[in-house]
């Protein structure tokens, strides 16, 4: 099993990090590994979501459920794809109205000997990034308003 948390002091507020995590269609737009991503499904506190990830022109297509509490947290739990598990679990504190606290973990492993020889490497590097690159995200999005 592959593991990685990092948590640090954000300038956004909770509520802007947490609209990034929470805009999954976006995601192609800022993470490479990532060419495809669709909401699947809403409700109040949960949705659904299928993904296909590029690793290497390997394209795999996954499904996870996720919960969430609005500008709180987001844990996400793998439906079906070529992970063995996956979960990952987003939480935002807040500092005061301009910062915040975030904290990402991940717990992953392919179910394929091959996928993950070539999978792993870059699903890793792409995690330890997670956070930098949603907040360069939101940072991107201030410059658009």
């Not at 954000?10 to 737009?29: G, K, N, R, T, W």
Request: hydrophobic share 45%.
């Amino acid at each position: 099993m592959h593991c990685f948390e990092e948590t640090r002091e954000l300038q956004c507020s909770a509520h802007e990090i947490f609209s990034v995590v929470m805009d999954i269609e976006a995601y192609p737009d800022f993470l490479p590994w990532l060419a495809k991503a669709r909401i699947l499904d809403v409700s109040d506190d949960q949705l659904s979501a299928e993904l296909v990830a590029d690793f290497s022109g390997m394209q795999q297509t996954f499904r996870t459920v996720d919960r969430f509490v609005p500008d709180r947290m987001v844990e996400v739990r793998l439906l079906d794809g070529p992970f063995r598990f996956l979960e990952s679990l987003w939480t935002f504190e807040v500092i005061d109205s301009e910062h915040c606290r975030v904290h990402f973990s991940i717990e992953f492993e392919f179910n394929n000997m091959i996928l993950s020889l070539v999978a792993t490497p870059i699903f890793t590097v792409s995690c330890k990034g997670m956070v930098e690159a949603f907040e360069k995200r939101v940072y991107a999005q201030r410059k658009k308003i």
